[in-house]
């Protein structure tokens, strides 16, 4: 069997020292309104696009982050005002927390720079409703994955990957908040990762130049002060039990 040399590709190919970011949502917004309120990751945000008035507009714009809707009756028509949005403004990566699967289109034009962020350990739970089905499943550990969308919703190219054993004695929105904390240290540290240009991408696999392993929770380990020193209070109802 012979080594695989293939070269490997720079994700961050821009010439800016800083790279231009949008960030796509049609959900809640509850990670990226944790994540604005770090001055580094905020100044990467150029913009955010949804395609529906969502939970997501409010707190961008209280971030002072500029919002377009593309309220478009289909996904094809959405992604390709988004594509056209992307390329005028020079855009570099998508933070992507838009719940359709992109055309082959934007996939094409935006390969390696479309970053999704999934409440469980893919390939495992895939689709809107994983967090339900890790829950209904009885898996033993919950966790999250951060992918370069690639071809099929779901399976990109792992970047990053966090684990998080499911006590049955908590209830289970104790471990979705956990999960959650581990999701929102991950775009900081993968948002980080881009800026020092360290990830490089092999077919389908993906190195983060300079990475560490000796973590029990995060797969590379987290090594910006940022997602380090992340903290969100605790919800009502999502202690631990005694």
Partial sequence: ????????????????????????????????????????????????????????????RAHGVPVEIFAEPDGERFC?????????????????FYTKFYSE?????????????????????????????????GARFAGSTVELIHERMDEGKIILQTICPWDARHPARF???????????SLLQVASWLVEDRIRTNGCRVTVRDARFDSLEFSPALDCPDAIGFTCPTPPGCEGST
Wanted: proline residues 5%; charged residues 20%.
């Fill in 175 to 185: 471990t979705r908040h956990r999960v959650f904390v581990q999701q929102c240290k």
């Fill in 105 to 137: 289109r934007i996939r094409r034009a935006y390969a390696d720079r479309l970053v999704n962020l999934h409440p469980s350990l893919l390939p495992a739970f895939k689709g809107n409703d994983a967090w339900e089905y890790v829950r209904v499943y």
């Fill in 80 to 96: 390709d005002r988004l594509l056209d949005y992307l390329q005028t403004h020079r855009i570099d990566y998508v933070f992507s």
């Fill in 1 to 60: 069997m012979t080594e695989n040399t293939a070269p490997q590709r720079r994700v961050n190919s821009s010439s800016s020292p800083v790279p231009r970011c949008v960030v796509t949502s049609s959900s809640g917004g509850a990670i990226i309104n944790e994540c604005l309120r770090y001055p580094a990751f905020k100044s990467l945000i150029h913009s955010m696009v949804c395609d529906q008035t969502c939970g997501a507009v409010e707190k961008a």
